[in-house]
């Protein structure tokens, strides 16, 4: 990311962010990545550590499935918060563009 330059010298609020997305948005895409990153840590469990010929309620074999199921749960709980997010925006966008203005320009009420 990319600090803003401000007139006398760096911005000391941080880091510039999207200008397009809520707060919303980058919580379902940080929720969703955490799922992924959880799935595949899941998947390396199940093939590194647990052993194929061990019950299944062997310690490595209860943390790969809790693994597994934490990243299922966070990825579609990422892709909803995003897809509500789209809907809000897209509402949003109709409910401007049905005034009668063009999408760039909204019209004055």
């Known amino acids: 990311m990319r600090r803003k330059r401000m007139r006398y010298g760096w911005n ?3 880091f510039s962010q999207h200008p397009g997305w809520s707060r919303v948005t980058r919580l379902g895409v940080g929720l969703a990545a955490i799922g992924g990153i959880s799935l595949v840590a899941g ?3 199940a093939i590194v550590i ?3 010929s061990s019950s299944d309620s062997s310690p490595s074999s209860l943390i790969a499935i809790g693994l597994g199921s934490i ?4 990825v579609v709980l990422g892709c909803v918060l995003f897809a509500a997010a789209a809907l809000v925006r897209l509402g949003r966008w109709a409910s401007r563009t049905a005034g009668g203005g063009s999408p760039g320009r909204p019209t004055l009420r």
Not at 71 to 74: D, V
């Open 12 to 14: 000391v609020h941080g």
């Open 50 to 52: 647990a052993d194929h």
């Open 71 to 74: 990243g299922i749960i966070l």
């Open 43 to 45: 998947m390396l469990v």
